[in-house]
């Protein structure tokens, strides 16, 4: 038996190898990767590598054995139709007699389009016919704490999400509900929406960088097609700005705050602080 990761050196893919490792011996991990030569720390350590892409459907052909377990990491090519690229993974699954296989979706409160493709990945997933889990994740810490720099050039957290609040957690959190799923039982055919502990504000989120930084950081509310209009000047393609615009509307509703305690139960420790990762954020 095995357990393979796919997208293992991307920023989720990278924690979930790393706590496998404590928990199941190296060789039993097959890190899914589409360049080598980025998971060459893994291999060093005694884990298997395949190399295969999702927009390369016979690389997958003989990937999977029978009784393994898999771990869909969501493609983050928003441009090339993710629910394809995953169906190829689904169907070299089915063809194997996989014993279970493992999606991280997105919370089935999210009406953004983001959500778009996960839904169609799950129903691709449930009418397969594979046993499967759904690790609805909810948002990640690192969405914001990794783009502090504009923040702290101009002194304001910028969000189209009103008064809303968010129950993200860390990508590490994520990653041990994913590897308690790996390598735990009784997980087959079970949904799990996951969330931090805590819902925060991004009032809240703007006057926790105030106080760790010693400035003065406030939190502008625009409208969204304002948002839009900065994420482009920033750099961004129009419908990724607009599709980021969107989850914070999302966000105002309440459609990301995941309040059942399903992450924290499965990683089997409370879930890390926005403070925490906003301070492990300013030391970096």
């Not at 993200?168 to 502990?197: F, I, M, P, Q």
């Not at 459609?255 to 301070?279: H, K, M, Q, Y």
């Amino acid at each position: 038996m095995s357990i393979l990761v796919t997208g293992a050196t991307g920023h989720l893919g990278r924690h979930v190898v790393e706590q496998l490792l404590e928990k199941v011996p190296a060789e039993q991990i097959t890190a899914v990767v589409r360049d080598e030569a980025k998971a060459a720390d893994f291999a060093a350590r005694g884990v298997r590598l395949a190399v295969a892409d999702y927009n390369a459907p016979e690389t997958f052909g003989s990937l999977f054995a029978s009784g393994d377990k898999v771990l869909l990491i969501s493609g983050n090519e928003f441009d090339k139709g993710r629910p394809a690229q995953h169906q190829v993974v689904i169907a070299a699954a089915k063809a194997a007699g996989v014993a279970l296989l493992a999606y991280t979706s997105a919370p089935g409160s999210l009406s953004a389009a983001l959500a778009d493709d996960h839904r169609a990945t799950e129903q691709a997933l449930l009418a397969s016919g594979l046993p499967y889990t759904l690790l609805r994740n909810g948002w990640y810490h690192e969405n914001y704490t990794e783009n502090l720099a504009p923040v702290l050039e101009h002194d304001a957290v910028v969000a189209a999400a009103g008064e809303g609040r968010v129950s993200s957690a860390s990508r590490a959190d994520y990653a041990a509900a994913a590897v308690a799923v790996l390598t735990g039982e009784g997980h087959e055919n079970k949904t799990y929406e996951l969330g931090g502990d805590e819902a925060w504000s991004f009032a809240e989120y703007a006057a926790e960088l105030s106080r760790q930084t010693g400035k003065e950081i406030a939190y502008n509310a625009v409208p969204a097609e304002v948002l839009v209009g900065i994420l482009t000047g920033a750099g961004l393609p129009e419908p990724f700005a607009a599709v980021l615009a969107g989850v914070d509307a999302s966000i105002e509703k309440g459609e990301l705050v995941v309040s059942g305690g399903d992450l924290s139960r499965l990683a089997g420790r409370p879930t890390t602080p926005i403070a925490e990762a906003i301070t492990a954020a300013l030391k970096g």
